[in-house]
């Protein structure tokens, strides 16, 4: 059968003008179709964005509101990609302007954290002195300096590593790392990261590697580090002021430990120059300063 093709697009014309005609008449006078409307557009928005990979509007000729719609459709896939790329212009600027708030809120930043108060120095001898003796007096409120017989004295660097277990006593064996100052400087040290050892083929820090086995009571350090020691628990760490003589000094041990690094060795015949006096340097009694810890106890 042959249809006539211009009877069929005047047919087409007429039915689109009445379908537009009737839905001016029912917007402007009834409000649920303009409801119904507005509706129908939105859902017609969803569709296009749901579909918004279509790139071309597809021609329809059997239905008036197909071919009504798909301009339509087309225009809100236009839309939606202008949408789109706004949205994405958007969060490129965005992100350049939080760069540029950084970089002029960074510097006030800095300024802040140098600009933090600190404690004023003291600007003369008085005031320094005053200062010194506050921060004595704080410190020993938190921790205490005990007094042993002779001169000898000690307090607490470190408390134990554990509450229970032996502590150190009269014939204890015991291994023993610590550190000597001498003449208000830094002599040698045997266990405690200062010295190196040879471990393997290399040198290295003698810190957990190295340390000096004693009994209580033998000598091996001079009796008034002997007596510092007595009561510390394993990894316990004390610092003793130890004066000279022969009573609990050096001279005690008969100066053990030695020395085995040059520097250590140079230090000692220093302090001794300072104990008996070096030409017209008459002779001082000056003390030593050990950092002692007991690494175990047997």
């Known amino acids: 059968m042959q249809i006539n093709v211009e009877w069929y697009r005047a047919s087409l014309k007429f039915a689109e003008t009445e379908h537009q005609t009737q839905t001016q008449h029912n917007t402007q006078h009834n409000p649920t179709n303009s409801m ?7 859902f017609t928005f969803f569709v296009a964005a749901a579909s918004s990979f279509v790139k071309q509007s597809h021609a329809f000729t059997i239905s008036p509101l197909t071919t009504r719609l798909t301009p339509t459709t087309h225009l809100f896939v236009q839309r939606q990609t202008k949408v789109e790329d706004e949205c994405e212009q958007h969060q490129h600027f965005s992100r350049r ?5 950084s970089a002029n809120i960074l510097p006030l930043l800095c300024f802040a954290a140098i600009a933090q108060p600190v404690d004023a120095k003291c600007t003369d001898i008085e005031s320094c002195r005053e200062e010194g003796e506050r921060r004595v007096e704080a410190d020993l409120k938190l921790n205490s300096i005990t007094k042993l017989s002779d001169g000898v004295r000690y307090k607490v ?6 509450s229970s277990g032996p502590s150190v006593s009269e014939g204890s064996i015991i291994d023993l790392a610590y550190s000597i100052n001498a003449n208000g400087r830094y002599a040698y040290s045997q266990g405690f990261g200062y010295e190196k ?6 040198l290295t820090s003698d810190l957990g590697l190295d340390s000096k086995r004693i009994t209580i009571g033998k000598h091996n350090v001079p009796i008034g580090i002997e007596n510092a020691l007595i009561g510390m628990k394993r990894g ?9 003589g022969t009573a609990v000094g050096f001279e005690s041990s008969n100066w053990q430990p030695e ?3 040059r520097n250590g060795k140079f230090s ?12 017209s340097q008459p002779p001082f009694p000056a003390e030593t300063v050990w950092d002692i810890e007991v690494l ?3």
Request: charged residues 20%; positive net charge.
């Open 36 to 42: 119904m409307v507005a509706a129908s557009v939105l």
């Open 97 to 101: 302007s939080l760069i540029q708030q």
């Open 157 to 162: 660097l470190r408390p134990p590593s554990v």
């Open 197 to 202: 050892v040879q471990f393997g083929e290399q």
């Open 236 to 244: 316990e760490r004390r610092r003793v002021e130890l004066p000279p």
């Open 259 to 261: 020395p085995t690094a």
């Open 268 to 279: 000692m015949e220093q302090y001794r120059k300072i104990l008996n006096g070096c030409g």
């Open 296 to 298: 175990g106890i047997r």
